[in-house]
């Protein structure tokens, strides 16, 4: 718990632009990222944002599509949030949370109801139209909670996403054609595809105090700000993928436009740091084998 | 007893013909059926009935009641949302059978309802009673599109009616991006078909966002344009 | 499937007697007062201590000792299958029970009245015996936090395959096997047991010949999560600088 003194000094940082931990508004915590770190996904990774540590692990199976969308493979998302966190998520506490942000991950990625608009190729999951699609099962689960915990989540589903390895499908008719076709799964890595994730974005979070934005606050900071957040999900090419508004104060267009010019600024730096990170290590694993 | 198969109606390929709608509407208007009313629901402090062409939203205000122990005390008022959808709502029926569709629809029901509570917190002023809740209870009576923006409109109303004190009413409108087009007040089968939406609440008079709600791909100039749209076309509305 | 070759190697390749790699860590957790991560082979287990701190709620005040309040979860994605398991599940409350007494009987709960101590275990990645190394990831972070205990607790599973004794068993192993197995953990220093749960028809005589190799592997384990603390406390008293007596 923050004292309001603690609160007013954390808020009157921001509103100067040079922060408890030395930042300025727009500057993020270092940011660590490490891939394929649970070894029983399909493709995996993990986030810290300074003390902030989040895990996503993507799964697939083979299912059946949804009666709207037949030609379409599925992806869900959940997001855990581990009482080890944070004293805060015992119990029930974190079960709202933790919705929340599934769902919003979930409209940053796919984009609206139908899911066309999204940034992932949802047909290339299709294994037989009308009958076998993939799931994609996208699992988060918040390991330490230090603020920005959508952020981090978003920007391990990315990686988690481009390490994503799923593998090849064999059909084969069955004798019968009434019958449906058997499906066998290919368990060599080498014949295993990867989905494109270049086009995910990431999530900023972005708060102001007396009209100073500020990005990546940490857990007292987001406890101190008494203005709305703001989650902008910005893809690599600057592009605004989502927009939610999170707190209860209203918020003036005006600011909602200069945070936006900011996150869109921000963004695609974000990408191309999460990129570099990507590569560099798919890159030495490669070479490992 | 036989059940009868019902098989519900293609959805229609072109939303768009020589610039109007399938309802024959232009790209940036509402839909003509809107019907407005209060008191529908006796037992509540207030209600509304909203109805937007085939979206029909019925919303009923309880309390100001005590808050329970349970649920911790808060020194300002608490709003407590809850969305539900009848049974009969949607083209599917709503399973009642199938737990991994049950469960679904209750996430999203929750979604809902969290962003209903989103949108109307700021205007609502909490402090004038303190320590206690008053529950929004929203009911989709049949859901033609757009269904949070209309929501959300019924709920300002009801509370409203409710004599619950708030800065200002709370009217909102979504906007759907179908390939270049914004529509605005999508009806599902242009929600079916678009490549992203926006949802945007706000108190008029004030001229302040309460919420807003962004998801598929947009440039900037499309999301300028987007809530231009709708916060100008909002004005009328409240 | 034979879990065991003819040359008497396991499908992992280890011997009937050998633990797999094993790894752990305290301090790993900024937010919680104590925490640790434990892992054997594939299992990892991450726990947080909480407290000891003022009692929350009605019933936990006035008491004499401290409340220990146990929390236990399995990561969706821990397993090969996705499975989300709720917090009401069968399997779940199982293994909560289990840590909650054994921690009681660890904790010297008497010197804290009046408080609540909070122990929580997330599964990362399972792979077999996670009990036991639920157990050990929670007694290094309740020892992380600081907080008194008897003695060093350490816990292992064995099992008996094709009448063959075998000490910590992996997923694999745990369910192709038909023979018995035993979770135990004990007091490292003061050679007493305090959780001893057998699974499966167990010959009488047997008992006694998997007692003896828990009682290895909780040495074993014991021994290195002992250099594991005593490495954290070197680190935390050069920290602090030179003392002065």
Known sequence: ????????????????????DGRAGKDYRPLQLELAVVPQANGSA???????????????EVNVPEED?????????????????????QGRGALDLGADMAGNLRRSVLGGSASMGGSLDLKALCIISGSRCWHVHVDGLVINADGSLLDALSIATRAALTDLQIPRVDISPSDDPEDEPEIELDDDPEHAASLDASRIPVVVTLAEAEGRPAVDLTADEEASCPGPRVHVAVNGRGCICGLHKQGNAPLQLEALQEMLALAQQLGPRLCKAVNAQCTAQLHGRRQHA | MQSVPFHAAERPLELLS???????????EFRRGIFLSTRSVSQASGSSYVEFDN???IVAIYGPREGGHSEGLYEQGRLQCDVSFAAFASRQRKQTGDRAKMSKQNAYEKELASQLCTALTPAVQLASFPKSVVDVCCVVLESGGSDLAVATCAAALALADAGIEMLDLVAACSVSRVGDQLLLDPTTDEAHREGGNLMLAMMPTANLVTSIMLAGEHTSAQATEGYRLSSYLLQPLA | MELLSPEGLRQDGRRPRELRNLQSAVDTLGNADGSATFELGNTKVMAAVFGPRAAQGKSSGGRRDADIRCEFAIAAFSQSERKQLSKRDRRILEVRSMLKEALKANVLAELMPGTTIDVYVQVLAADGSIGAASLNAAFLAVADAGIPVKDLMAACVVGLVQDTPILDLNQMEEQMSRGPSLMMAMHVGLKKIVVFQADGRMPVEGVETLAELAEGGCQAVGKAMRSVLLDNTRKLALARGPVRL
């Not at chain 1, 993990?46 to 697939?60: D, F, H, M, W, Y």
């Open chain 1, 1 to 20: 718990m923050t004292s309001k003194g603690q609160r007013r000094y954390a808020a009157q940082g921001i509103a100067l632009g040079c922060r408890a």
């Open chain 1, 46 to 60: 993990r986030c810290l944002i300074g003390a902030s540590e989040v895990l996503v692990a993507v799964k697939v």
């Open chain 1, 69 to 89: 969308f037949p030609d379409q493979g599925v992806v869900h998302f959940s997001v855990e949030c581990s009482p080890c966190a944070s004293a805060a998520f």
């Open chain 2, 18 to 28: 020589n610039g109007t709608r399938l309802d024959g509407r232009s790209l940036e």
């Open chain 2, 55 to 57: 979206t029909k939203v």
